[in-house]
């Protein structure tokens, strides 16, 4: 399928692997330049170039956090307006609710909720001035099941779907399209972690662990993400004109929801 976007040019935060870098590559398969961000620039780099070597668009990196403001500053510098923003950040560590203080919930709050706003505050006039552009937010499926250890990530993530929620149809008419792809379990660095702690804290072997997480979603496996990447591509095709405000699960069927 032809996603119509083949010129079009999108910044991609957190790109250098995982999800982010499913992502990167989707578009750029779909002939979108891009500006590809994430904190190692080695890392980074490397996820750049095996792009370039596969696609004929131009790839441009800034190795920057984020999730700070001089972070932000230094990669729209290079990004400067572009049509297709996908905002993307790793989540706070897990815990229980009594390990968690103010500090740690503004962290999480400055990282998951007002990074994206803010890239999308600045962004947001530019694509509705030329009347469009997509905004895909990463966020997760805690926000439609709350996973008790994840209570921050659950607290910050939830905050960018309600602020979504109202912005996403205030832009809409502009022909700017803002929706939300929510990840399961995905076979990332991230949920590689989280399977080594589980292995330690419950005694288990990692291949029991991953096995037991595994059979716990109705596919039986872990996303991967080259899906993840085409589910966002789509999302930011012409096709997807009329989707608005969505929050789009991507777990395998895990949680098991009908809103």
């Known amino acids: 399928m ?3 976007i083949a010129g079009k040019s999108a910044l991609v935060c957190a790109s250098s692997k995982g999800l982010g870098f499913g992502c990167a ?3 750029a398969e779909a002939g979108v330049d891009l500006v590809m961000n994430a904190r190692g620039a080695e890392a980074l780099e490397n996820a750049a170039d095996a792009i370039r070597a596969r696609h004929n668009v131009k790839v441009q990196t800034v190795a920057a956090d984020i999730t700070s403001l001089e972070g932000r500053d230094a990669v729209l510098a290079i990004a400067q307006t572009p049509d297709i923003l996908i905002t993307n950040a790793g989540g706070p560590p897990p815990g229980v609710w009594s390990d968690w203080d103010r500090d740690d919930f503004l962290a999480a709050l400055e990282a998951n909720m007002l990074t994206p706003i803010d890239l999308m505050k600045r962004l947001l006039p530019s694509m509705m001035s030329r009347g469009w552009g997509r905004v895909v937010n990463i966020t997760s499926q805690s926000v439609k099941a709350p996973i008790a250890v994840l209570g921050l990530s659950n607290s910050a993530r939830a905050g960018l779907t309600g602020y979504v929620a109202g912005t996403a149809r ?3 008419p502009h022909g700017v399209t ?3 792809l929510l990840p399961g379990v995905h076979d990332t660095d991230r949920i590689s972690s989280m399977d080594q702690a589980a292995s330690q804290a419950q005694n288990k072997s990692l291949d029991q662990v991953k096995t037991e997480r595994a059979n716990s979603i ?4 872990y996303g991967l993400a080259e899906e ?8 930011c095709s012409q096709h997807a004109a009329f989707m608005v405000g969505q929050n789009v699960l991507l777990d395998g069927g895990a949680v098991n929801a009908t809103l």
Do not use: E, H, S
């Not at 109705?218 to 496996?221: D, N, T």
């Open 218 to 221: 109705p596919v039986g496996r």
């Open 170 to 172: 205030q832009v809409a």
């Open 25 to 27: 590559r989707a578009l």
């Open 2 to 4: 032809d996603l119509g």
């Open 178 to 180: 803002i929706n939300n």
């Open 228 to 235: 993840f990447g085409k589910t966002c591509a789509f999302m």
